[in-house]
């Protein structure tokens, strides 16, 4: 790896986000710096309350009650906002353009409402200023717009991308139950503030189209153009109505290129049950973007938290420090990895691989084969999660039966296989797929 | 934008992926330029036969027979590597990083099996060598994990990533048919060549799991290590079966860290019916990565074809283009475009969007009311799809209807939504919701 100096972090924020930084930035460090070519070191940090005991280690990082002390230090090479709200927000990110910082932010509505200005700043000033935590947490939706879709003409996108209103409509779908029983349980989980009418009644969820339009269209920054709805007029009979018709009812943020001009709407829709959007459910988000050549694109994943949200913070600072060291050596490595960081880890055999098995297989109609085999099973301590004997074969006597079982190593349920295929009253080669949850 | 002059491609082959290259390229010429700071221009091309008709313009393209005549063009900065196989790709794709070329390649086999030395001999050099259209056509895994996933430690990944597998599975399933009926039918349309072994027999997919392994891994690409298996031992009678167990049976290739090392293997999968990669169906790709910070994140899409891959293709190209001139005006641009190329692109009222629309309105239960209404509706043009006459309130006489209609303009169903309202025989307010099939 390089041994270039690291790169120095200056963080406005403690809360749920900035916290969630600094565990990812601290647990991740080494893998982090064999991507980036650099380490990445936080040395300052602000907090409203310096005093509160907190969940993550601040050890070594210098803590200013004013955020202003974290901009103005000299040490530091990016700015990483993350306090939220319009001000003093703006005016700390335009103070570290003037110091000549480079800004990270997860501010959708400082991107949203003062992005034009922010961008201009930065521009004048050869500075980057990097905000992929902004839209959908940790679902990567602008740098894949920015760049992975650079070659098309972008026809519409369609996203949910309010967790709070995604997991209250959810809710009430899977419960039948209504509006403000689920609002009250998403308050209690965390999932809503207590005053929630930012986000139910659509304001953040304009805020991040806002932000997806203008890379989609190359148009500017332009929120007082978006039509916005909330989700406060749904009832539960509306949701049970709409499944009856085939539909979810969803809260969508929608651009689209007509003929005449661009749509830019936030408000609940109801989308066909099969359609991608339509099974994304809780707090998850997604991302739907239509392009001419790449064709449906669905990108889903956390829409919030800290951790999500941190990872999309870290990956805008690794671009940062690619990007200002630009050499060959510190591009973008090809395989993800700085090429001396590489590491030949042990690869597992497949024989050493652990999943749960579906097991098919064609028995003599004979008593006593059940009970063989779930013996050769129980003797390889496989234990069986479902057991189904099938209708007999039409033209001979033969019953299949399909086996699922529990997770257990390849080997042992080779050595299992092997006996059970020497079983006399076994008629014809096993079928065996092995089964994953995915979870 | 900037008055740089143009980057300059040599493409190698002109098949379906070359030829959705310079279509691309051309239709979307100036959005690209835009994005990207430069235009792009291919000035010349290798063709096995230069007589046959193409239904792609290539006016202005030098085409050659040899492909060693386009590495050596001395115009060129960078090779458009799309004819595939091992050799003469790998010599071509040497020699030009010998000539000082850049490379994008679409080429999974060459970098599973000898992207090391290449990478080796770019890196040497200071070229960059980009290969997003390698994984999964137009997703863009290849950057989300190796920028925007940076910040993470990935545990596993999964993916359904050959096409002609999963077309062949879904219609297994959906129709219970057998694997052979099934496979010829995917050969007469196109999505299983004649030899379709490369595809069903887990190559193809293993080749794009080696190099999804390395980037999430940090090891070397290492083809020889993955366990493969493919699906021609799949029958539809496990389809039905696992069906019957709630179970999807899709081809995946997985890769995951377990503490004695890296599972590499590709192989048909039953997972249940409600993951993310069930719902996955005919060409369709789809990857999912679960890492430590971001969650799990599911990127799903067109795994192949002519346009969805040149959309990787020219994403690299943009990206190649920013870093050549990774001045401040040249990195990847805030808003996607250059800033003097955004438009002020009028945007539309939301009366002037065109939606389908659900009403629910609650009505006096007495005759004439349902003529009314449809009166209103007809009277503006409007149609219905469906309409739902519901069980009576208990409590009153009042009668729930529930009408789905086709897309119209929202200030024709506004003036309609004013005049239902206004009828005496209306009980409360009517609920309005938009219907999108975002397709």
Redesign the interface.
């Known amino acids: 790896m390089s041994t270039l100096p690291p790169i120095r972090i200056g963080l406005l924020g403690l809360g749920t986000v900035g916290g969630?930084t600094l565990t990812?930035?601290r647990?991740?460090a080494a893998?982090?710096a064999?991507?980036?070519g650099r380490r990445i070191e936080v040395v300052c940090a602000s907090a409203r309350d310096l005093a509160k005991t907190r969940k993550f280690d601040t050890t070594g990082i210098d803590l200013y009650a004013d955020p202003m002390q974290v901009v103005d230090d000299p040490r530091i090479d990016v700015l990483v906002e993350l306090i939220g709200g319009i001000e003093p927000a703006r005016t700390l990110v335009l103070k570290a353009l003037a110091n000549g910082k480079h800004v990270v932010t997860a501010n959708k509505a400082l991107i949203a409402l003062h992005?034009n200005e922010i961008?201009?700043a930065?521009?004048s000033?050869?500075?980057?200023?990097a905000?992929?935590a902004a839209v959908a947490g940790?679902?990567?939706v602008i740098?894949?717009?920015?760049?992975?879709?650079?070659?098309?003409?972008i026809q519409w996108l369609?996203g949910i991308i309010n967790g709070t209103c995604n997991f209250i409509l959810s809710a009430m779908c899977d419960a039948g139950r209504d509006f403000l029983e689920v609002l009250h349980e998403a308050q209690r989980l965390g999932y809503a503030e207590s005053d929630p009418s930012f986000d139910i009644d659509g304001i953040d969820a304009a805020h991040k189209l806002t932000i997806l339009a203008?890379?989609?269209?190359?148009?500017?920054?332009?929120f007082d153009?978006v039509?916005v709805e909330g989700i406060r007029?749904?009832?539960a009979?509306?949701v049970t109505?709409?499944e009856?018709?085939g539909?979810r009812?969803k809260h969508?943020g929608?651009a689209r290129q007509?003929a005449?001009?661009?749509?830019?709407?936030v408000?609940?829709?109801?989308?066909?049950a099969r359609?991608?959007?339509a099974?994304v459910n809780g707090v998850m988000n997604a991302v739907?973007v239509n392009?001419?050549?790449?064709?449906?694109?669905?990108?889903?994943?956390?829409g919030a938290?800290a951790?999500?949200t941190?990872?999309?913070?870290?990956?805008d600072?690794?671009?940062v420090v690619r990007?200002l060291t630009?050499?060959?050596?510190n591009?973008?490595?090809?395989?993800?990895?700085q090429?001396d960081?590489?590491?030949?880890?042990?690869?597992?055999?497949?024989g050493?691989?652990e999943?749960a098995y579906?097991l098919?297989l064609l028995a003599a109609d004979e008593p006593g084969v059940l009970a063989d085999v779930t013996r050769i099973l129980a003797d390889g301590h496989i234990s069986i999660e479902?057991i189904?004997q099938?209708e007999k074969d039409a033209c001979t006597t033969n019953v299949?039966v399909?086996i699922?079982t529990h997770r257990v190593q390849e080997k042992a349920m080779n050595a299992a296989i092997a006996r059970i295929q020497a079983l006399s009253s076994i008629r014809a080669p096993l079928?065996r797929?092995?089964?994953?949850?995915?979870?």
Chains 1, 2 share one sequence.
């Open positions: 969630g990812v930035l647990r991740n893998l982090i064999a991507r980036a992005g961008f201009e930065a521009r000033r050869g500075l980057m200023v905000f992929e940790g679902i990567p740098k894949v717009m920015r760049e992975a879709l650079a070659g098309n003409d369609a203008s890379l989609a269209f190359g148009i500017p920054l332009q153009r039509y007029n749904i009832s009979d509306d109505y709409a009856r018709l539909y009812i969508l929608i007509q005449g001009g661009i749509e830019l709407r408000h609940p829709t109801m989308v066909p359609a991608p959007l099974n739907m392009a001419d050549a790449a064709g449906p694109v669905v990108l889903s994943g956390a938290g951790l999500p941190a990872s999309s913070v870290v990956a600072l690794v671009d990007a630009t050499d060959s050596e591009r973008v490595p090809h395989l993800a990895f090429p960081t590489m590491e030949n880890l042990t690869t597992l055999d497949i050493e691989v999943t579906y098919r479902a189904m099938l299949p399909v699922l079928n797929i092995r089964v994953e949850t995915l979870a």
